[in-house]
């Protein structure tokens, strides 16, 4: 079964909106240097307090060094960290003997098929991996929220070759999730942009995604 992640989640309300809709995971934006989403450490700390097990709530950080991401985490008391920067592979050691007991992810930016060869870069040191389309080296690094559809043919290739979980982001909605599971058949898919309306988590788009995966699956 397709795991569900809804990300950008915004308060109390949009975390049990999004688990009784049949989320799996819910993603919590910290601060970003740009994308929808971020919310305040304190409120990120309140919302994952609230998450009911087996429900598991990610951080999402833009911290780059192994000392500042294990700060942030503890902050916060998320039990998932998601990683949306390619930090040093170095950082991703270090940060694996500091936060032994949280789970991390690692994002990888699908822009082109290179993204394949990142896979040892981080493997050793994590637990699974999420595709997504930013671009971490534009001006002001896009690390997420794009509503982009990336590559689906390199990211078929990474989850063939990934020894890890692979959660796949970019762009979805009710109307691509179940071609993206087809294609890519990832462990599990994430959205945000593609689920809000205004601004807002929109309860009939979230609605559709779920069944729409759900259909996939069956």
């Not at 007991?101 to 822009?111: A, D, F, M, N």
């Not at 595709?131 to 509503?147: I, K, Q």
């Amino acid at each position: 079964m397709t795991r569900i992640k809804i990300c950008c989640i915004a308060s109390l309300a949009e975390m049990r909106a999004a688990i009784a809709a049949g989320s799996d995971a819910v993603g919590l934006v910290a601060r970003m240097p740009s994308g929808p989403g971020p919310i305040a450490d304190d409120r990120i700390a309140a919302i994952a307090a609230a998450v009911p097990p087996p429900v598991a709530a990610f951080l999402l950080t833009s911290e780059t060094r192994a000392d500042a991401i294990a700060d942030h985490v503890r902050r916060t008391g998320v039990p998932v960290v998601q990683i949306v920067s390619h930090i040093d592979p170095d950082e991703s050691a270090r940060l694996a003997q500091l936060l032994p007991h949280t789970r991390r992810v690692q994002v990888i930016h699908v822009e082109g098929p290179g993204a394949v060869d990142m896979i040892p870069r981080y493997a050793p040191h994590i637990h699974a991996f999420l595709l997504d389309s930013g671009r971490p080296g534009a001006v002001v690094p896009m690390l997420g929220g794009t509503g982009a559809v990336h590559d689906w043919a390199t990211s078929a290739a990474f989850v063939a070759a990934s020894p890890h979980p692979v959660f796949l982001a970019g762009g979805l909605t009710a109307d691509n999730v179940g071609d993206a599971i087809a294609r890519v058949k990832p462990f599990g898919v994430d959205a945000c942009s593609g689920l809000r309306t205004d601004g807002a988590l929109d309860t009939a788009k979230l609605a559709a995604f779920a069944a729409a995966v759900r259909q996939a699956d069956r």
